[in-house]
């Protein structure tokens, strides 16, 4: 084993701080697993995975993991795959849900965030705002036309996740053909499975993007850093309608600058308000609700 051209391209200072840096990851289907392995495959040295799934047969087909994990939980085929490429690392893992044990989100570098419910988005802001931790969310869009990723970051000039999802669902218009009336997931009409080879590329698309991002933050102040030009990008995988009447056409992408919205319910003055009233009745569960109502999500993002 060598990481010689890996150290060739980023140096050895570099090699050396992504060996050294702890990245958390919550949620490990398509997504998520894929970005565990490709972490590794990069240089980060010590990973800490949480996932309250196992393996299944329908997996299979789109997941890192493949049939030797067949029943076992996501966290430990993943922890293994990690340690196939990189023997040297630190793997923490959980097989269990965050909210039940958010203390694993202490003394990260950064949170990749894996989880396709949005409700679990909203939860794992609360924690990532209370911990100061960077954190980064992809989303995929139904049958795979599109995704994207967004970098949310813990201080006053970022919108929170809640702020993001408000604006971006509110002031961006995606709208995907309505040819194929195919779920991601589903059998198809023709009774096959016709969709999903082609979605897992799709998927690991924004995956990629979102592992490469992780990357880029962890190397953040060194001449390898790239500054990005804003905290989302949009990617189609299909000819997509990011921004209304323009078809944004397939393997391009778009990025977009969604601001911290001061009305926010979390992050905003009102939410300050609301934050110090409930603080004896767990706040993040009282208010979850309405943060999704407020935020104006159509669920057109895919719950796998
Ligand atoms: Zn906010």
Redesign the pocket.
Known sequence: MSWDRVERLIGTENLTRLAQSRVGIVGLGSGGGFVAQSLAMSGVGQFVLVDDDVVEATNIVRHVAGLPYLGQPKVSAVRDLILQRNPHAQVESYHGRIEAQPELLDNLDVLVVGVDSERVKFQINDLARQKHLTAIYAGVYERGEGGDVVIIHPHQDS??????AGNLREGVQISVNEQHRLDYGMIGESGTLEAEPGLWLHVVRVATTQADLTINYLLRNTPQHIHLPANTVILANRFLEIMEGTLTPPYSAMWVQIE??PS?????LE?SRLNLKDQSEEPSILSMDDLLERSNLHHDLEDE
């Open positions: 919108p929170c996740y809640a702020c993001w911290r919205d926010c319910l979390v992050c905003g939410g």
